[in-house]
């Protein structure tokens, strides 16, 4: 089974995968503009219910996933009791894929509004923003990678046709199906032009923004 971190409301939630169930959080891993490299550690695991499984004192993030791992298999998997039918393993593949659909889309859309008008509607300016937004959450909790609690190992976060891959290839791939999707008769040449300027774009975004101790997978 794999475990791998996601941002809900602004908090880091350890999920497992296959179920989609969320098992626990962390804490101790707020952002301290004078020492921003704390945003990748944490002090204690915390299950979904609240019991303390772990103390790890500024241990780097990606062990949280290790110390669920851990906890689950000790105690009988007793989180896994919240599963809801019909999970989907990959949820957060296919909501990266919206997401970046929608962000090529809103570009492409800000570009007819400067040509026409010489500038962009304060609609678009911030539907770009915020859906950058969220898809800066999803690129951060990636580079952690997911937890193997088969082979105890941390692999990429993402899954495409049972090969692993990190943030953008994931990208590219689940953005590229979403927008032949929804625009079967435009060029696919255009589509990935669209995509490659959005990962390009976010990339500098997480290069300024996310602590160098953060990266710890290679994207």
């Excluded at 770009?128 to 990429?156: H, M, Q």
């Excluded at 040449?189 to 300027?197: F, G």
């Amino acid at each position: 089974m794999r475990y791998r971190l996601e941002v809900m409301d602004c908090e880091p939630v350890i999920r497992n995968v296959e179920t989609d169930v969320a098992l626990g959080t962390v804490v101790g891993s707020g952002y301290d503009a004078k020492d921003p490299d704390l945003k990748a550690n944490f002090d204690a695991v915390l299950t979904w219910d609240g019991e303390v499984c772990d103390v790890f004192p500024r241990q780097p993030l990606e062990h949280a996933l290790c110390a669920i791992a851990c906890h689950e298999a000790r105690n009988g998997y007793p989180g896994f009791g919240n599963c809801v039918p019909g999970p989907n393993p990959a949820r957060i593949e296919y909501t990266l894929g919206n997401l970046m659909a929608d962000t090529a889309s809103t570009l492409a859309r800000g570009v007819v509004e400067w040509c026409r008008g010489g500038a962009l509607r304060k609609e678009t300016r911030d539907k770009f923003a915020d859906l950058i937004v969220e898809i800066f959450k999803i690129r951060w909790a990636s580079s952690f990678g997911s937890f193997n609690a088969e082979t105890r190992r941390y692999e990429p976060y993402f899954v495409w046709s049972n090969q692993r891959m990190t943030f953008d290839a994931a990208a590219r791939c689940y953005g590229m199906h979403e927008l032949s999707v929804r625009f079967p008769d435009v060029d696919e040449a255009v589509l990935q032009e669209l995509l490659s300027y959005v990962i390009k774009l976010l990339k500098q975004v997480t290069d300024h923004e996310m602590p160098v101790g953060a990266r710890r997978v290679k994207q």
